[in-house]
């Protein structure tokens, strides 16, 4: 190491010190509390798309159409609308899937 007057060297000393401090008090300025951290929100609940459209169609003239349809609109909105018809305001994404011809797809 290359040989510094005292008072650059206790200079440079009190430097590093001053840069250590600064990187630890910025350090714990960082740190992240888990205990007080909320806890992370639960996956959405995936729901039997097979059992809720039985029960969907149970009544329908075309049972093999109306849960193939309604199979299909419960993969894409992970809902089914509760009993044999109606109560689309239960799953409005439910209600709002059309086909090519802007019927409603979902039974």
Excluded: W
């Amino acid at each position: 190491m290359a040989y510094l007057p005292k008072p650059l060297a206790a200079a440079s000393f009190l430097a590093a010190i001053l840069l250590l401090l600064i990187h630890f008090s910025n350090a714990q300025h960082y740190q992240v509390d888990l205990a007080n951290s909320p806890a992370p929100s639960p996956q959405p609940q995936v729901i039997d798309c097979n059992g809720a459209c039985k029960g969907r169609c149970e009544k329908s003239k075309r049972p093999n159409l109306c849960n193939r349809s309604c199979g299909s609109c419960c993969a894409r909105c992970n809902c089914v609308p509760h009993g044999t018809s109606g109560n689309y305001e239960d799953c409005p994404c439910y209600f709002k899937l059309t086909t090519h011809n802007n019927t409603r797809k979902c039974p």
